[in-house]
């Protein structure tokens, strides 16, 4: 059974930085796309960042230029677990929100970001 876990949410100062991880388990195989969502409250669950197998980014454009997301390639030598990361930087208020991690048609249980003064 897939299982994703995040971790790295917390509290953080307008103008910080948070960088929050997600590893997938129990896979037999590659993870052609992980990626982030985010959710604040009231609102729909949108795409923050994804990334391919073969390194094709998306990026929405609310975060383009502060956030980064890159992978574990070492998946391609181990296909049990994949690893995908969240760097976030310049963080704004508008980023609070529930940050999901996906992949493999699997979410994970979420971790929240405030960013607040």
């Known amino acids: 059974q897939v299982q994703l876990v995040e971790s790295g949410g917390g509290l953080v100062q307008p103008g910080g930085s948070l960088r929050l991880s997600c590893t997938a388990s129990?896979?037999?195989?590659?993870?052609?796309?992980m990626g982030w969502y985010r959710q604040a409250p009231g609102k729909q669950r949108e795409l923050v960042a994804d990334q391919t197998i073969d390194g094709t980014t998306n990026i929405a454009e609310d975060v383009q230029g502060r956030f980064t997301i890159s992978r574990d390639y070492a998946e391609k030598r181990s296909y049990t677990e994949s690893t995908v990361w969240l760097q976030m930087n310049s963080l704004k208020p508008e980023d609070t929100a529930v940050y999901y991690c996906y992949g493999h048609g699997v979410w994970g249980q979420g971790t929240q970001v405030t960013v607040s003064s």
């Open positions: 129990g896979i037999n195989g590659r993870i052609y796309r």
